[in-house]
């Protein structure tokens, strides 16, 4: 099982992987710089060579990237919105040093704009930034557009929302998506049982395809399903319940790819959420 868990750069980027390995992680997610800030020091070439050593060293794959929660694409102010796009294209090129495989984004909100005018914000700044990038760059790093849980005016609580900005955007192929349950969960697909998680998956199929599908962000939701409210919790300690993760990292059409714990961290070494997910693998 690929496995991976949201870990601090404390210290360093290359330190994540050794965190990382640690808790019995064989991958990893990370910010390349402080999420709730706009600035970036530049990074040094000896700290891409220490990260890449260490990945190595450590066996981490794939590498996942977060990119900072302050960016939103969807946004009606042009400057928020401009540097937004300046924001994502910095982490990509931030990541694509690393080596990282995928940068993953939130997309964004449109704060009283309205859903359809948020989702063609969002088309055209994936536009600008498909433009100005590297087509290689971005075939070494896919950026990933994460589903929410529907807070407030944030889009992508529905995957047809996620196919809408693909629809608008002008190389679709180039960007995929990533799942996370409790974002799912709180927003309105039930994942408590077989059947429910069926639903969901056949919605992703029927609104962009399965194969778009790339990394599946695991958490428990501290809130009902429906709340909107974007809590993680620990596995088997939420509303979504042990017995659906069973479910999800054994399905056939999800047990290949990376499962990511968002989850808070413990206190000692130990995860408890690695251990559980390992024990619920047939
Ligand atoms: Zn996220
Ligand atoms: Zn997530």
């Not at 428990?220 to 919790?233: F, L, Q, R, T, V």
């Not at 069973?246 to 961290?265: V, Y």
Request: charged share 30%.
């Amino acid at each position: 099982m690929i496995l991976g868990k949201h870990v601090s750069i404390a210290g360093g980027l290359d330190k994540s992987l050794k965190r990382a390995a640690e808790i019995g992680c064989n991958s990893l997610q990370i910010f390349v710089k402080n999420p709730r800030g706009w600035k970036a020091r530049d990074l040094s070439e000896a700290e891409v060579e220490r990260f890449k050593a260490n990945r190595e060293k450590y066996n981490i794959n794939p590498v996942v990237v977060h990119a900072a929660y302050l960016i939103n694409l969807a946004s009606p102010k042009e400057e928020l919105w401009e540097k937004s796009i300046s924001a994502l294209k910095m982490e990509l090129m931030r990541s694509a040093r690393l080596g990282a495989e995928y940068l993953i984004f939130h997309p964004g909100s449109h704060t009283g704009s309205g859903l359809e005018s948020g989702i063609k914000r969002i088309a055209e700044a994936l536009n600008i930034i498909l433009a100005e990038t590297d087509a290689q760059l971005l075939d070494s790093t896919q950026i990933l557009l994460e589903n929410t849980a529907g807070a407030g005016s944030s889009i992508g609580q529905d995957f047809s929302e996620i196919k809408a900005i693909l629809d608008q955007v002008e190389a679709p192929e180039k960007f995929g998506v990533c799942l996370d349950s409790c974002h799912a969960f709180a927003a309105k697909y039930e994942l408590k049982d077989k059947s429910a998680l069926e639903k969901l998956l056949l919605d992703i199929e029927n609104q962009l395809g399965l194969s778009k599908l790339k990394v599946i962000h695991l958490n428990d939701s501290k809130y009902i399903s429906g709340s909107k409210k974007d809590e993680h919790a620990h596995i088997g300690e939420g509303e979504i319940g042990k017995k659906a993760f069973a479910e999800m990292i054994n399905h056939p059409k999800l047990k290949d790819l990376p499962f990511i714990l968002e989850t808070p961290c413990f206190d000692d070494q130990v995860d408890r959420d690695v251990i559980l997910l390992k024990h619920l693998r047939n």
